[in-house]
């Protein structure tokens, strides 16, 4: 869903195959695990639907728990359940490896059998390593643009970003106000 929660919904996730694209954008697959798994939705759709609906019932849930906390709220124990339900299914799957880009090594996420779920595993463990930090915590906001309401993760140096992208909700604020001002006098 975007936007504004309490207006009407946009729901932007219809299929499995919205979810996989929105996965590959975010980083959290490569194109080819996205086309592996495409392949394999088409030939199980009814576990697709079955992982969409996962998908979304996360998303939620995650979106309930940050919006919460924004606005100095415990966490719902059922919306937590279901965080804890998608780690218990997919934390399995996490890896230590070496590091590629320097010493040492890394968490990385074991594609050895991609299942359709595969992808749930990355974003649980993104949304609880972000509960488990009281600092990033502490910086969600929610976009202030009138026709937004999605949460963001204020990383700016003092904590006073307004919107949730600079170049669509922001620049579309700024040019609001840019028109008022100029024809309001």
Not at 32 to 59: C, F, H, I, T, Y
Not at 80 to 105: Q, V
Not at 112 to 131: N, T, V
Request: with cysteine.
């Amino acid at each position: 869903m975007g936007g504004k929660r309490e207006g009407i919904a946009r729901e932007k996730l219809h299929s499995y195959f919205d979810f996989l694209t929105w996965c590959e954008q975010a980083g959290l697959i490569s194109a080819a695990q996205a086309v592996a798994l495409k392949e394999r939705s088409e030939e199980v759709p009814k576990d697709a639907l079955g992982v969409l609906k996962r998908v979304l019932e996360l998303r939620e849930a995650i979106y309930r728990v940050f919006f919460g906390l924004f606005n100095g709220q415990k966490p719902r124990p059922d919306d937590l359940a279901i965080i804890n339900a998608e780690l218990a299914h997919t934390l399995g799957g996490m890896r230590i490896s070496p590091n590629s880009e320097r010493d040492g090594f890394s968490w990385s996420w074991s594609a050895e059998l991609l299942q359709l779920d595969y992808p749930l595993g990355p974003l649980a463990h993104s949304a609880a390593s972000l509960l488990v930090s009281h600092d990033c915590c502490a910086h969600v906001r929610q976009c202030r643009a009138d026709n937004c309401g999605w949460l963001f993760l204020d990383s700016s140096k003092n904590h006073s970003r307004c919107w949730c992208d600079m170049r669509d909700c922001g620049n579309r604020a700024k040019v609001r106000r840019h028109r008022a001002k100029r024809h309001g006098g």
